[in-house]
């Protein structure tokens, strides 16, 4: 605990997610002061190599302008490292292991936060990108957790999630948001009790079009934001006693 | 233009302001896709004194944190630097000399914007904090521009402003918001045609109670952040062509 507490958020994928990701921290921050706000050192550059065509074998590998944040974010002195992106867990290992501060895992936040609901949902959704959905982490989580994962198909990935994606990210959120509000939808008719919100663009898209279904979805960045603000807690309290 | 362009933010004055200022650039920039939004790295570290007590000179300085984290923007590449907290350009011209990259002016910003508003309006309202009213940046600014400036009394500051502005920063949004609509509403009684909103505190307040002014008002971030896309959008188009 000899570093001062700095979070560094590797950021930029996308930027707005990011932003979004920054007044998550704030809002799940108690302070009644400037003083008392978690601080945060956030590299919001953009350019990176889109991860869903690299995971999808179509495009460059965005890892070397991971590892450039990763040392950059170290080098200003960030004691932890958050990554708001689902997506870009799939590198997480070798950010992790390039970096001296230790990188938090949002799905591992997120599937703790789920396993303490109560009651605890039989069946919960997960929306994400394909690359997310395929790596499996969010679904094997859930069934290690006695929870039956449900997800779209891949037709539904491609026709109204992937479109849905792209449109927040040119900026056109009600159309990303009415993609996602139809697809979680689709999904609690099917079952789900719960959705999880697996890609950092939807829970900020479907907060637009005011989806009617937000209070059983469960965010990662709020999981992941709540892990932030007590380990910050923790040092305020030993450091700026 | 040899290094790349990279948006330094000295933030956290406030962090929510910092949050919403960032937001503010996203949607000052045409871009289609994450690649093409600005890359910013954000110093949103509110671990610095009070400004308006240094100012008020009931407090320690605030210009050594102020200067680390010039010094790290500068470390980790910034080509460029923002201040979005008007109070703290109290500091500008320190700042500035330590600094390799150029460190933007927001106030200047906003009265080349305010200049080129056309019809040009006779009496502006100015609503900040103590210290930003006494230093007279925008007062003089805009009687060199044939306009006439008009501000609270010291004793509106000190009664509704300053006590909106901390409940901002203690996260009492609504509570701020009500207190600078009262303040604005009595501004443009008395005969302003429009508002500086010359305290990053003040315009997220504003937007989330809804004044009925909000079409009047001159936000110096959107100002700031207009400039910064400009200045993005002309090393995009030669660096990243």
Redesign the interface.
């Known amino acids: 605990m000899s570093r001062p507490f700095?979070l560094g958020v590797l950021g930029?994928?996308?930027?707005?997610a990011t932003?979004d990701f920054?007044?998550t921290l704030?809002?799940a921050t108690p302070?009644?002061?400037?003083?008392q706000?978690?601080?945060?050192?956030?590299?919001?550059?953009?350019?990176?190599p889109?991860r869903q065509k690299a995971l999808a074998g179509c495009g460059p590998d965005p890892l070397p302008q991971l590892l450039r944040g990763i040392e950059?974010l170290n080098?200003?002195?960030a004691s932890h490292i958050v990554i708001p992106c689902n997506t870009a867990h799939h590198w997480h290992d070798q950010l992790s292991a390039a970096s001296r501060a230790p990188v938090l895992h949002m799905v591992q936040e997120t599937l703790d936060d789920i396993a303490s609901l109560y009651p605890r949902p039989a069946r919960v959704g997960v929306i994400g990108t394909p690359g997310t959905l395929r790596a499996g982490w969010y679904q094997n989580g859930l069934e290690q957790r006695a929870m039956t994962p449900l997800t779209p198909t891949a037709r539904e990935l491609e026709q109204a999630f992937v479109p849905g994606c792209?449109a927040v990210?040119?900026?056109d959120i009600e159309t990303g948001g009415a993609a996602f509000a139809r697809l979680g939808q689709t999904l609690l008719e099917r079952g789900a009790q719960r959705l999880i919100l697996a890609c950092s663009e939807i829970p900020l898209a479907l907060r637009a079009v005011q989806a009617p279904f937000l209070a059983l979805t469960i965010d990662p960045a709020q999981a992941l934001a709540r892990r932030c603000s007590a380990i910050w807690q923790q040092y305020r309290h030993t450091q700026?006693a």
């Open positions: 700095l930029g994928m996308g930027p707005l932003v920054m007044a704030l809002a302070a009644d002061s400037d003083q706000q978690i601080p945060v050192l956030a590299w919001n550059v953009p350019q990176i889109d950059i080098q200003a002195g792209y990210k040119r900026g700026y």
